[in-house]
């Protein structure tokens, strides 16, 4: 079946705008969640949504960054005035986040690059 | 909140030797430990986990350990080929309620043909 994707998969943006990244996680999964990887470092947690509750925004580094989910499905992840440090891969995943079954489907990731 | 440790962060093996990733967490309650496997330009990917009730669990060239009274769980990796090299991630949570994996930073393991 399909899996998690994401979009744009590259965004390249001029310091300053404002830009949305998009994810369309697996049919089902009611969890979701967003990480930044920055080169050759870890997986960075930003936000996590899990069906109806609110979400956990502890991850977020700054009020720059907001995410929402609409209808209990697609996400998207939206940074304002960008800065050349949220130059990054941005990585969505979801998951059953079931008893029996807590693994993580990623998706391809969107580049950014902020110039 | 959890915290976990993986050391090394980076290991060179000749093809056919072993390798071992170790990882420490911080949170007792952590019943839940997951290995993922980021090949260079690709998403990261379920390669085994454990759960508290067992202390291993083995799949082909793949095994897991863990160790909750040490709080340390441990990836090893037989007959290394050249395409288990990739960044391996370990994680720790709790089941139940919010499941927020806690990574660690990952280990660059290279293989050596």
């Known amino acids: 079946g399909a899996g998690v994707s994401q979009s744009p998969s590259n965004k390249v943006t001029e310091k300053g705008k404002d830009v949305e990244l998009r994810c369309d996680p697996i049919?089902?999964?009611?969890?979701l969640y967003w990480y930044r990887q920055s080169l050759g470092q870890g997986l960075e947690f930003l936000i996590y949504f899990q069906g109806n509750s609110a979400p956990d925004k502890s991850g977020l580094p700054s009020d720059r960054f907001s995410a929402e989910r609409t209808g209990g499905s697609v996400s998207t992840l939206t940074i304002q005035r960008t800065q050349q440090e949220d130059s990054a891969v941005y990585l969505c995943?979801?998951?059953?986040?079931?008893?029996?079954?807590?693994?993580?489907?990623f998706g391809p990731g969107t580049r950014l690059t902020v110039t | 909140g959890e915290n976990v440790e993986q050391h090394p962060s980076t290991l060179s093996v000749q093809e056919g030797d072993s390798a071992v990733i170790k990882c420490t967490y911080s949170?007792?309650?952590?019943?839940?430990f997951p290995w993922y496997k980021q090949e260079l330009g690709k998403r990261p990917q379920l390669i085994i986990d454990?759960?508290?009730?067992?202390g291993e669990k083995k799949d082909q060239r793949i095994a897991v350990t863990l160790n909750k009274t040490a709080k340390h769980f441990s990836l090893h990796i037989t007959e290394t080929q050249p395409e288990d090299s990739a960044v391996y991630f370990c994680a720790a949570s709790r089941s139940g309620g919010s499941y927020i994996p806690t990574f660690g930073r990952g280990t660059s393991l290279i293989v050596h043909p």
């Open positions: 949170d007792s309650a952590s019943n839940y």
């Open positions: 454990i759960r508290s009730n067992v």
């Open positions: 049919s089902g999964h009611t969890a």
């Open positions: 995943a979801s998951s059953l986040a079931i008893s029996s079954s807590y693994e993580q489907y």
